[in-house]
């Protein structure tokens, strides 16, 4: 398998303008022409940030449009965001440095770790949870799901789902599996799940500025909302005011952009798993029929795109935000994309992101 690394990187995403500094000018030939793609979009509805590097090079890192609409305040680059079920990627990676210090086994039933499991669940293993082919429905599906809920009932809830199907036989996201490895890894460990994230893996990445709903890091006014989710939040902004466990594991981090940039450089040179773990992470492990045979690892996804491979994630979307990542190790292209308007984004994303594609990849003009 090709090395991971994403020397080439375009963030969207939904920021609120930490300082009122001003925009980096566009230099670059391919990022002069992406930047003038883009505001016939945020006519359209979009709003975001992006950045483009491509082999270490920066070209293109500027907002679009409005962070917040009342007051208006726009886009800038340098502020704080949620990044939905791209948190996954951050639970994959802390059971997998337990599986690297042989405190787990991935073939092993969860029981045997988490005895209090209920019988029809028993069976699962670690593996299955982290590929999403462990027969849990999702957790995070409705209205009732948006509210804050302590550990030991979000558990309860988690043991009533009924199994879709039988472990390890089918393939069906879960955001709820997500949060039993949070569950679990607390259990193995001893240490709670987000007091490992905050004092040990995020320092391990070099993220000096990442936490989670609720932290006090950033002012209030520094964190994204999430707009435009109206099953969910009436067209309203919809913010999480503190860590809750129906989404601790699968939506919790809020971060920037150069701590995202930090995680990615962290992965490139093994300093969270070593070579031969991450390469068991991005191997297939669960295969998506429903969406175009979309290869699933330990928190992240392959497919084919444009003839090229892809690994990538997405999140978001269920709470008025929009988050994808999409690396191309051959390539060493990446692409990120993330907004707070999720009911005008969503369908633009693809757009823009195809177009990005089109000249990284392709080199179409």
Known sequence: MHSLRFAATIVCTFLFAQLPGQQEPVTDSLGIQLDRMVPRFVERGFSGAILVEKEGKVILKKGYGNAQERPEIPFRTNTAFGIGT????????????????????????????????????????????????????????????????????????????????????????????????????????????????????????????????????????????????????????????????????????????????????????????????????????ALDRTQRFIEYGYGWRRKQELGSEMIYNSGGGEYGQLATIRFYPEQKVSIVLLSNSYQDVNPLAAVLITQFEKQFILGEQ
């Not at 490992?196 to 500025?209: H, N």
């Open 86 to 285: 791209l948190s996954m990627q951050f639970t994959a990676t802390v059971i997998m440095q337990l599986y690297e210090k042989g405190m787990i086994e991935l073939d092993v039933p969860i029981s045997h770790y988490l005895p209090e499991v209920s019988d029809d669940k028993k069976n699962i293993t670690i593996g299955q949870l982290l590929s999403h082919s462990s027969g849990l429905p999702d957790f995070f599906n409705n209205k009732s799901d948006h509210k804050n809920i302590p550990r030991n009932l979000a558990f309860r809830e988690i043991m009533d789902l009924p199994l879709q199907f039988k472990p390890g036989k089918g393939f069906l996201f879960s955001n709820a599996g997500y949060t039993l490895l949070a569950m679990l890894f607390e259990q193995v460990s001893g240490i709670p799940y987000l007091d490992y994230l905050q004092r040990e893996l995020f320092p391990q990445a070099g993220m000096v500025e990442t936490g989670f709903n609720g932290s006090q890091i950033w002012s209030e006014t520094r964190v994204a909302e999430g707009r435009g989710f109206v099953e969910v939040a009436d067209n309203n902004p919809l913010r999480w005011p503190e860590p809750t466990w129906n989404i601790i594991g699968t939506g919790e981090i809020v971060t920037t952009l150069d701590d995202l940039i930090a995680w990615k450089e962290a992965w490139e040179d093994n300093r969270l798993v070593n070579a031969k773990t991450k390469e068991l992470m991005m191997q297939k492990h």
